[in-house]
């Protein structure tokens, strides 16, 4: 078949000031001081010129990027022996070979952790793929900069001599001598920057598409451009149709249980070429932004003119995308997901690595590229040619042929070869005369490896104490997701499975005895027979031979590793182009933002003219730019700005309006359109988002349906305590160890009172806290098996997601007069929070300092305890001798103080009394298991 060739007219062609910084960071940039110049987002008038905004954010996201190594590396060289939480170090940096890959060449270095401290690297975002690493052996004066590639889990399992594979700028690296130290920033993950800014770098402004209201604020928004030229008929449910330009059918006639603001926006989505739709919680944003696709493409076939192509969907987070796109394969099959993994199960055969293999057994003739195999000959060449010169780095001898050239005169080489005048044939004409000669200086290295493994062993057993266990901490399926992204676009599968790795240590060495100084091994260099030179200035002879022949193979190297790169880079367009001719056949495409990025070419070639971000709210804006290319006519963003902003790695960016999305930033000056209704919620749960929302959410009526929460007394409930919060152990984070077993016994409680465990999520905003009480939780595992399906979750974890009981705990309290409350005052997370329970919410906090620290919490507290919803004490109520409708009187109401208070068999205090099966009277307190589900203790005969 015939491939599609390639434009990228979209590149500006003139590289000057910020287009001219590579992407990987340069020592300058290391070592200079903080920009003292920095811009900051415009968020309250247009820009000035389009090179001024994308530098500005090109700018911007470069700091955030790189600052964190900056300043961490700034650290270790003023105060080494301080705690330094910007970087994590590794020591005892060796090469061990190299791998020829797809991507090109990769090293593999090996190293040591500081102090020898143990990491459990399979749930441990440490040298992540994609994660920059920067080694020194002069304490960064200068230094070498390289990417991850690939973290073998197989090759970490020891404590010393663990091993990654880096890839280098500067590809050729082959000599590496000891003392280097390696590190890496905890946090700004380089490889969700490097495409961004890339795509940042290339753009040429004049192209951007929607640049007139993007950078101008303009305000007057036309209809998208291909319906510029037709008016056609669109078709809605019911097979109703209408002109869309003209006045639209009523409600009921198009979608009847549509809200108005539900109307407004499908209204505004379809007709507007930018469109903003702002949701609040549970207002159906996903849910509108799958009836416009379902329209789009029921309509866009008809239209005239050239084709619109793909819909193009992006989101922020990879479970957004997936859940958007289980909706749109309800009604369209022919969906495309970049990248190789999907954690939904009905998504997985949609991505594009699995279309791929699919076609490869059904229709390989379909993937044919004729232009790309004699790339791969011709890379296979300079292989062959890599891989010779790497077995003569690891061998310790040097080549006879070389000595024979350039080293010796004839004389000495008949010296060298005497021994055969006695065998008289050369009968082995592989024999190693250089080996002979040196004879006894030869050892070899394994007997130094056992050596240090013994001492490493040592030193482990004695401080085996020295499990980490830190903020790093992060599920398998997040590494894998990483990893695999990682994969996908860098085409690692050829590392991943080890091929061609070339080792470049030796078995054997050559013992070299350092105090021989130059003029002693000159004195023999005219020496006849070669046997007469002393053995300690042979091995000096030679080391000095083979540093001259080691000289000429690293240029070559240099050399054939740079058309090695170049080759590979060409391939990599031939698989764009494969990539491009499978895609463009699918109706919907779905990627990340960070996706959309790294595949921009794949994209701008694609020429899509719909675009839908979900997500946008939380998603950068120098994200959203880069996912846009200049065929888009049309784009749809759909959001919250009072919910989750866009997270930035360096919180003073803050300032700088980093964290501010386009989103946030265009619904002050543009029309959008707010979806009002919420049908998530019950009534009194939805009333404390009022500060946030003002008036203008309303409940659909199934919200007042809800079942009451099993076993409280109440369904919304603020525990105010005065426990104090304190930090975890070796860590920056703040726990409140009260709360922590307050929220596990709750939930104990309520799973114990036949609550399924999927119904509960516990939210804390602290990563100390999650997990202290996820440790309470599992003392309880082995009674109730059941608590382990309960999620625990960070806030941010859990926005775009609900669940019908919430136990959200606050952690923060301390009688401080002017201690903050960090995260808990900034009113998008605590609209987050806030908003995420259906039937449920009961908050653990400090209300008196919530009050006096934070204007939000005042007014939330204000309608909490206006409504009689917060006290120091809970009330439940027994499922078993409650009777709701009988009023307060004829209740059995414990009153919970602390957790020892709470029932744990989830009934009430009293006595259970009941008859069981066999006859006696059950000697328990009151319980909610079934009498079948337990032995009788009397001296029962059943
Ligand atoms: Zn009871
Ligand atoms: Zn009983
Ligand atoms: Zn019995």
Not at 248 to 274: F, N
Not at 522 to 536: A, F, G, H, Q, T
Request: glycine share 4%; aromatic share 8%; with cysteine.
């Amino acid at each position: 078949m015939k491939l599609p060739t390639l434009n990228n007219d979209y590149q500006i062609r003139e590289k000057k000031g910020f287009r001219r910084i590579p992407i990987i960071p340069t020592e300058e940039e290391m070592l200079a001081p903080p920009p003292k110049d920095l811009p900051i987002n415009i968020i309250d008038e247009p820009y000035d010129s389009h090179e001024e905004y994308l530098e500005t954010h090109y700018k911007l996201l470069r700091e955030d990027c790189i600052s964190p190594l900056r300043e961490g590396i700034r650290l270790l060289q003023t105060q080494p022996e301080e705690l330094n939480s910007n970087l994590r170090i590794y020591e005892k940096i060796n090469l061990v070979g190299i791998s020829l890959a797809s991507m090109g060449i990769v090293h593999r270095i090996s190293f040591m952790i500081k102090h020898s401290e143990r990491v459990h690297w399979a749930t441990n975002k440490r040298l992540l793929p994609g994660t920059l690493v920067v080694f020194s052996k002069d304490n960064f004066k200068t230094m070498k900069f390289g990417t991850v590639v690939n973290r073998p889990l197989e090759l970490l399992k020891k404590v010393y001599d663990l091993q990654v594979d880096v890839h280098f700028r500067l590809d050729a690296e082959f000599e590496w001598s000891e003392g280097y130290v390696m590190v890496e920033a905890t946090s700004s993950y380089f490889e969700a920057y490097r495409h961004i800014l890339k795509v940042l770098q290339e753009l040429d402004p004049e192209k951007l598409p929607f640049k007139e209201h993007i950078i101008g604020l303009d305000q007057k928004i036309d209809v998208p451009k291909y319906l510029q030229t037709q008016r056609p008929d669109y078709k809605f449910e019911n097979d109703i149709r209408c002109d869309i330009m003209e006045e639209w059918p009523t409600v009921e006639k198009i979608s009847p249980g549509l809200h108005s603001s539900q109307y407004d926006a499908l209204k505004r989505m379809l007709t507007c070429r930018l469109a903003l739709i702002q949701g609040p919680p549970g207002t159906g944003k996903t849910y509108m932004g799958l009836k416009a696709v379902k329209i789009l493409l029921e309509n866009l076939e008809n239209l005239k003119g050239p084709t619109i192509g793909p819909i193009v969907i992006a989101c922020q987070t990879n479970h957004a995308l997936d859940q958007f796109l289980e909706g749109i394969q309800e009604f369209e099959e022919n969906i495309i997901r970049l990248g190789s993994r999907s954690r939904s199960n009905k998504i997985k055969p949609y991505t594009l690595y699995n279309i791929v293999q699919d076609l490869k057994l059904s229709d390989p003739s379909s993937l044919r590229n004729r232009d790309i195999g004699p790339l791969f000959k011709k890379r296979d060449d300079i292989k062959s040619k890599i891989i010779k010169l790497c077995k003569e780095i690891r061998n310790p001898f040097v080549k006879y042929d070389f000595i024979k050239k350039q080293c010796l005169t004839n004389d000495q080489l008949s010296s060298l070869k005497r021994d055969d005048w006695f065998g008289g044939e050369d009968t082995n004409s592989k024999k190693n005369y250089i080996r002979e000669w040196l004879e006894d200086s030869i050892a070899t290295t394994t007997s130094k490896q056992n050596d240090m493994d013994f001492q490493v062993t040592q030193l482990i057993s004695q401080d085996s104490g020295n499990q980490m266990e830190d903020e790093d901490e992060i599920t398998e399926e997040e590494i894998q997701d990483v990893e695999a992204d990682y994969a996908d676009y860098h085409e690692t599968d050829d590392i991943l499975k080890n091929a061609d790795f070339e080792k470049l240590r030796s078995e054997e060495c050559i013992r070299l005895n350092t105090s021989i100084r130059d003029d002693q091994i000159n004195e023999y260099e005219s020496e006849e027979d070669l046997w007469e030179i002393p053995l300690e200035i042979r091995a000096a002879m030679h080391n000095r031979w083979r540093r001259k022949r080691l000289k000429e193979v690293y240029i070559e190297l240099k050399n054939l590793c740079e058309q090695y790169s170049k080759i590979s880079d060409k391939i990599k367009t031939e698989r764009i182009r494969e990539n491009l001719s499978i895609v463009k056949s699918a109706r919907v495409i779905g990627m990340t933002t960070t996706a959309a990025a790294k595949n921009h070419e794949l994209l701008v070639n694609l020429k899509p003219k719909i675009m839908i971000i979900e997500e946008a709210a939380e998603t950068l804006e120098a994200h959203i730019v880069a996912a846009l290319t200049p065929a888009t006519e049309h784009l749809i963003l759909i959001g919250d700005h009072q919910q989750l902003r866009p997270s930035v790695s360096v919180h003073e960016l803050e300032s700088h309006k980093l964290n501010v999305s386009l989103f946030e930033r265009l619904v002050k000056f543009l029309p959008f359109c707010q979806l009002t209704e919420q049908r998530r919620m019950r009534p009194e749960i939805r009333r404390l988002l009022t500060p946030i929302y003002k008036d203008e959410l309303t409940d659909h009526e199934d919200v007042n349906k809800y079942p009451d929460v099993p076993g409280f007394y109440d369904n919304l409930f603020f525990f105010d305590h005065i426990e104090e919060e304190a930090y975890e152990p070796d860590s920056t984070s703040k726990i409140n160890d009260f709360e922590a077993r307050m929220c596990a016994k709750f939930a104990n409680y309520l799973v114990k009172g036949r609550v399924s465990a999927k119904r509960i999520t516990i939210l804390s905003m602290y990563s100390g806290q999650r997990k202290l009480i996820c440790k309470y939780l599992k003392e309880d595992f082995r009674k109730t098996p059941e608590l382990n399906q309960i999620r625990v979750s960070s806030v941010d974890g859990f926005q775009g997601e609900q669940n019908d009981i919430i136990l959200l705990s606050l952690v923060r309290s301390r009688e401080q007069p002017r201690s903050s409350i960090g995260f808990l005052g900034i009113s998008n997370r605590v609209c987050v929070a806030l908003s995420r329970a259906k039937h449920g919410l009961y908050i653990f906090g400090n209300a008196s300092q919530l009050k006096n620290r934070s204007d939000l919490w005042k007014s939330v507290l204000d309608i909490l305890e206006k409504a009689g919803l917060c006290g120091q004490t809970i009330n439940l109520c027994c499922q078993k001798h409650s009777n709701k409708e009988g009023g307060p009187a004829s209740m059995e109401i414990t009153v919970v103080a602390d957790y020892n208070c709470i029932p744990p068999e989830g009934g009430c205090s009293r006595w259970c009394g009941e008859v069981m099966g066999c006859g006696h009277v059950c000697p328990s307190k009151c319980h909610m298991y079934p009498h079948n589900e337990t032995t009788c203790q009397s001296f029962c005969m059943q």
